[in-house]
């Protein structure tokens, strides 16, 4: 059976093709380095950033939307840095089924290993490779799609 590909929706299917890669190939680069590096992969720092960030604890829930989990995997990922100590559960003060993360001093004291390796990756990997134009750009194009439209 031959497959007919609209030209139109073949420029889309490359272009959509290419940022999955560019985003795959960096992210298992960063996951080696922080891995042979600072001994977390690099979910682990996603994690333990945006709950630096957020500079207060976050409900588990949200933490996974942040970082695209699912409630189950949000929950094993929080599993995982509790049980390395690097984050702490705590209750919400106005609703007991939620559960809040927060960074411990050991979770913080990882961020700023991890953050040293993985700025220089950046820097090197990406950083050295675009201009700061093209990167405004990026986010500009990005920014919108990053919570797309379920309809």
């Not at 490359?14 to 560019?22: F, R, S, V």
């Not at 919400?92 to 700023?112: F, I, K, Q």
């Amino acid at each position: 059976m031959d497959v007919e590909i609209a030209k139109e929706d073949e420029a889309l299917i490359d272009a959509y093709g290419i940022a999955l890669e560019a985003v795959t190939a960096l992210s298992r680069s960063f996951d080696r380095s922080l891995r042979d590096e600072v001994g977390i992969p690099v979910s682990w720092l996603e994690a333990l950033l945006r709950l630096h960030r957020h500079a207060e604890p976050m409900a588990t829930g949200r933490l996974g939307k942040q970082l695209a989990l699912t409630s189950g995997g949000a929950t094993r990922l929080v599993d995982r840095l509790v049980g390395e100590g690097l984050v702490a559960r705590l209750d919400c003060p106005t609703d007991r089924r939620v559960h809040h993360v927060g960074l411990t001093e050991a979770g913080s004291a990882m961020l700023s290993k991890a953050l040293d390796v993985h700025t220089r990756d950046l820097q090197d990997l990406f950083g050295a490779r675009t201009s700061e134009s093209d990167r405004e750009r990026l986010v500009g194009i990005l920014e919108p799609l990053r919570h797309p439209s379920t309809g």
